[in-house]
């Protein structure tokens, strides 16, 4: 009882002397505003309200420059030194930074700052002393952060919220795998409505608007704008058309396939269309193999046509030559 008493004149008289070069032990709780201890040493502050700090751990007198520590450790029997530490420092300008320290996994290793949480700004960094932004974090090459769901089959996610109060979980957002979709596919979407806006594949294929890409690389449920789109085909471009060794078909040709299947060859069908849609880049190199096609039949049109032009000429000669003669 002796000692107890001693303890807590100690802490409520500041008597550092004491707790500097007295050393005591207990196997009792210590309870300071409690009767009822349930841990080595409970401190309780019951008042209305609950305000006001319980513990205020002060070094010296306070000024800049002095260091508060709290100590979490099991010392090294050699050194002396703490494996892990709470520090509020001197943050200079009247303000005091927090650092969390931990040692190596050596027993030479320094302690090292973990996390640092910056007087003036309110920045938190971990794995630097010097944060830019509310929270900057600094790591390995294995990555920056790393979540982990509670259970092995469980899904991690980050969920980003615009509200309008502390209460209002309306504009939410969410990234993560299987956020709205079984199996560890990645997504980005609402949550308020439950809807995926893009889900990137375990295959690298990605699905914007619907969570399966059917096998694409890229699929788009819904319209798409672009200002410029770049298709580069691996299939030969019709040139070969213009060139002698190929075969022109006739248009006598043409037209008994137009009427047998009522499309023009090598053009995909309506049903083929409506089952499998159409690919942009072949789209463009049939209907320009068509084009060249066409300007060929254009072009051996035209020689008939001049060919006629100059018969009728010939002809329309011929019959003046003959009218004269009969005029005179």
Request: charged fraction near 20%.
């Amino acid at each position: 009882m002796k000692k107890l008493s001693s303890l807590l004149a100690c802490l409520l008289a500041g008597c550092a002397s004491y707790a500097q070069n007295t050393p005591w032990s207990t196997t009792t709780n210590i309870g300071i505003g409690t009767a009822t201890p349930k841990t080595l040493l409970e401190l309780r502050k019951d008042v209305q309200g609950g305000q006001g700090p319980i513990l205020t751990l002060t070094n010296g007198s306070g000024y800049v420059g002095a260091s508060t520590e709290i100590h979490f450790a099991t010392y090294d029997r050699g050194t002396g030194e703490p494996s892990g530490r709470i520090k509020v420092a001197d943050g200079g300008n009247y303000t005091g930074n927090m650092l969390f320290e931990t040692k190596g996994n050596t027993t030479t290793s320094p302690l090292y700052t973990r996390m640092f949480i910056q007087g003036a700004t309110g920045n938190i960094g971990i794995g630097t002393t010097n944060p830019q932004s509310p929270l900057n974090v600094k790591g390995s090459v294995n990555g920056l952060i790393r979540l982990t769901p509670a259970s092995d089959n469980g899904e991690a996610s980050i969920h980003f919220s615009s509200r309008a109060s502390e209460t209002d979980n309306s504009a939410r957002w969410a990234i993560g795998p299987g956020v709205f979709s079984t199996g560890s596919n990645f997504a980005i979407g609402s949550t308020i409505y439950g809807n995926a806006v893009a889900t990137f594949q375990t295959n690298g294929n990605v699905a914007i608007g619907t969570t399966d890409a059917k096998g694409y690389k890229l699929a788009v449920a819904g319209k798409l704008i672009a200002e410029e789109v770049n298709v580069k085909l691996q299939a030969n471009w019709p040139d070969y058309v213009f060139k002698p060794s190929y075969k022109l078909p006739s248009l006598t040709e043409v037209k008994e396939y137009i009427d047998k299947n009522k499309h023009l060859p090598d053009m995909p069908s309506e049903q083929e269309v409506a089952k499998e849609g159409i690919s942009l880049g072949e789209m463009n190199r049939l209907l320009v193999k068509k084009m060249e096609e066409m300007t060929l039949y254009l072009i051996e049109q035209n020689k008939r046509i001049k060919k006629q032009e100059a018969f009728v000429r010939k002809q329309a000669n011929r019959i003046r030559v003959l009218e004269n003669k009969a005029q005179q």
